[in-house]
């Protein structure tokens, strides 16, 4: 199968879609009015409220909503074959996603900007908002964690990523300081700040090789405990200062660099025209995958119905927009008109962003996509059995004692004084195999360099040795000089999918490793935007919440108010950070994102009924809560009995088994009780109407 022609017919859907679809939903069913006043003019207060020209709030609303939903979802759930997550995305997308994000848009526009939480106690109770303010905070932190643990993942030992992701940081700052300081917020001081935090953006991804390279480049190659503190200190930053500051120029410079990669990376693929490596549908077994008779470990646990729906979560419709499209981006409308473009056309473009990850995802071998998207483990000693292990034998095992340094000690699981021979028997992760020292791995008998810090130049042949099926892999980590195997969480897979699309096109053959590198720069954009939004949304949310005992906690300007609150979530998410796996996040995530968007489809509902010309629209919104709810609330169940219960029953991972099912059964209960209050205030509207 050829990409190209999958590519053209996704073009094509979206852009009938954006023509008549959202014209009709603007028009008829909301009926948009260009003269009605917007918060941010009403309540201008140069913090949150402030008018922002539709193209820069377009570029800070599209950033802040596609993290890594509609990169790493797509790529994750290819375990499920091409077909089915292609299919969910388009079609998920025009008629599900976009619809949510454009009515929630709207109504906290006609609001003053509430969240959802209020959205929800003005249109179902009292009841039924606290109920949502308690599941909305708890779904944010479980977002927030999820998307998180993919960029840790991507950045762990790499010095070239953390220093271009570091770099744009004070760019984002320069940027809004000289935008809104100096040129006054003009269009003018926006066009040249641009072209200016554009280039320097790329002169660090262009230099960031020469960095890591360096001898500094040793201080920048992080381990993922470290990435995730100063994830939290950025995120906890980000949250407290002016939207002007940081917030808003950053989202805005990596939407121009998301939105130009998604269409460069569009063009790649009609250009370069890969094939899809990937069967359409593949066979999903118990902890396994099956691809054209080979048997792979799963990617994430589940069978393909209901699970390819919350795996690729964003990509088709995502709970989470909820939050910015009544939180952020509400506040800083300049004409309630902008809705359509910034509601229903950033929805679009994150839906192509997925399709594109898809594709170039299921265009790498299906052997590397399990090889990178895994992390089995394998044994110490090559067994009886003659299955893969680290060592051939359990002396060439003891033969290291000699060579062995502590990092690498601690990687096999050895205690301080013991010898080496205690492990001979256990199991090792294949990452911590990957990432031992090259001298070690020499003195296996590994085919790398021992004057080499990492074990990027491993032959086929040595993959075959652990156990693992490889096909391009080995040629893929000596080209971009990273450890690529085992670097699970979607990002490096997709990544190097990316990279092969670029490096296929004419003059970029030996460029492989800077467009590598660039790819994981520009995934990293997407998903930090979200952290920033995100924790500044939990922020609003917690302070509303606390803000109904302590009222001064509820001033979204106080600056204690605002550090403490930001604090709390930012602690909450990094806890999961820290202890949890894709395996384990990724799955809790995509529930409750999807529960959440199941109750902002029921707000939208609500208003629908309430508001809207004719009872009959509000089923644009109905149609897609009847869908989306039913099979994440089957996904849910499952996820309890089948993944989290056992969790908690067995010793190694009682503690993150039990929150995980702790969080996802109260999540459960109260999308649940929300349903079902909704139910019955549509019927009172009904009544009413027709009375």
């Not at 599209?62 to 089915?84: D, E, K, S």
């Not at 052997?367 to 090559?382: G, H, L, S």
Request: net charge neutral.
């Amino acid at each position: 199968m050829q990409a190209l022609w999958f590519m053209l017919a996704a073009l094509a859907v979206l852009a009938i879609a954006y023509r008549y679809y959202s014209a009709f939903l603007a028009a008829k069913v909301l009926a948009l009015d260009a003269s009605r006043v917007t918060p941010a003019h009403a309540r201008n207060d140069g913090q949150n409220y402030h008018p922002t020209h539709r193209w820069v709030l377009f570029g800070h609303h599209f950033a802040a909503i596609t993290g890594a939903g509609p990169l790493v979802g797509p790529v994750l759930a290819a375990q499920f074959g091409f077909l089915p997550g292609y299919l969910w995305i388009l079609f998920g997308v025009v008629l599900g996603g976009a619809v949510h994000d454009f009515v929630i848009l709207t109504a906290s526009v006609r609001r003053g900007g509430r969240s959802l939480a209020e959205l929800a106690r003005e249109e179902l109770g009292p009841g039924v908002g606290a109920v949502a303010g308690v599941a909305i905070l708890f779904i944010v932190v479980i977002a927030l964690a999820g998307l998180g643990r993919v960029v840790v993942g991507a950045l762990a030992e790499s010095a070239w990523g953390v220093f271009t992701i570091g770099a744009s940081i004070p760019i984002a700052l320069a940027m809004g300081l000289y935008i809104y300081k100096v040129r006054g917020g003009s269009v003018k001081g926006v066009r040249e700040a641009t072209v200016v935090g554009v280039g320097l953006l790329l002169l660090c991804v262009v230099f960031g090789k020469q960095v890591q390279d360096s001898s500094f480049g040793a201080y920048l190659r992080l381990d993922e405990v470290t990435i995730t503190l100063l994830l939290a200190a950025y995120g906890f930053v980000a949250s407290v200062l002016p939207v002007w500051m940081l917030l808003c120029p950053r989202d805005y410079l990596s939407s121009y660099m998301k939105i130009g990669t998604i269409l460069l990376l569009v063009a790649g693929i009609v250009i370069v025209n890969p094939v899809i490596e990937m069967p359409l549908v593949n066979t999903i077994g118990p902890g396994s995958v099956g691809v054209d008779g080979e048997l792979f470990p799963a990617v994430v646990r589940g069978s393909l119905f209901p699970f390819v729906f919350i795996t690729i979560a964003c990509g088709a419709i995502s709970g989470f927009h909820a939050l910015i499209a009544s939180g952020t981006t509400p506040k800083m409308v300049d004409r309630e008109t902008d809705c359509r473009p910034i509601g229903y056309g950033a929805m679009l473009m994150e839906g192509l962003v997925g399709i594109t990850a898809l594709l170039a995802a299921t265009a790498l071998p299906p052997a590397d996509y399990f090889a990178i998207n895994t992390d089995p483990k394998i044994a110490v000693v090559t067994g009886a059995d003659g299955a893969g292990g680290l060592a051939r034998s359990e002396a060439e095992l003891v033969a290291l004692e000699a060579v062995i340094g502590a990092d690498d000690r601690r990687r096999l699981g050895l205690k301080e004084g013991q010898a080496i021979a205690a492990v001979a028997g256990g199991t090792i992760k294949l990452s911590d195999a990957l990432r031992l020292s090259n001298p070690t791995l020499a003195a296996l008998g590994y085919h790398v360099d021992p004057r080499e810090a990492h074990a990027t130049e491993l032959s086929a042949g040595d993959f075959a040795r652990m156990g693992v099926k490889v096909e391009e892999l080995p040629r893929l980590a000596e080209a971009t000089d990273e450890v690529v195997a085992a670097r699970t969480g979607g990002a490096v897979s997709l990544a190097v999918g990316m990279a092969r699309v670029f490096s296929g096109l004419p003059g970029m053959r030996l460029l492989l490793d800077y467009w590598y590198h660039f790819a994981i720069m520009f995934e990293a954009l997407f998903i930090l935007t979200t952290i920033d939004t995100g924790t500044r949304v939990g922020r609003f949310l917690l302070q509303e919440f606390l803000g109904r005992r302590w009222p001064r906690m509820g001033d979204t300007s106080w600056p204690p108010a605002a550090a403490l609150s930001s604090l709390i979530l930012v602690c909450a998410w990094s806890y999961f950070i820290l202890t949890g796996s894709i395996a384990t996040i990724w799955p809790m995530f995509g529930i409750a994102n999807q529960l959440l968007a199941s109750v902002a489809l029921a707000v939208g509902t609500t208003i629908l009924l309430r508001e809207a010309s004719r009872p009959a629209y509000a089923w644009v919104t109905l149609g897609p809560l009847c869908f989306v709810a039913g099979t994440t609330i089957t996904a849910a169940i499952r996820s309890l009995f089948e993944v989290y219960i056992p969790m908690a029953r067995a010793p190694a991972t009682a503690t993150m088994g039990a929150i995980n099912a702790g969080v996802t059964g109260t999540l459960l209960v109260c999308v649940l009780a929300i349903l079902t209050m909704s139910a019955r205030r549509w019927r009172q509207i009904i009544a009413s109407r027709r009375g």
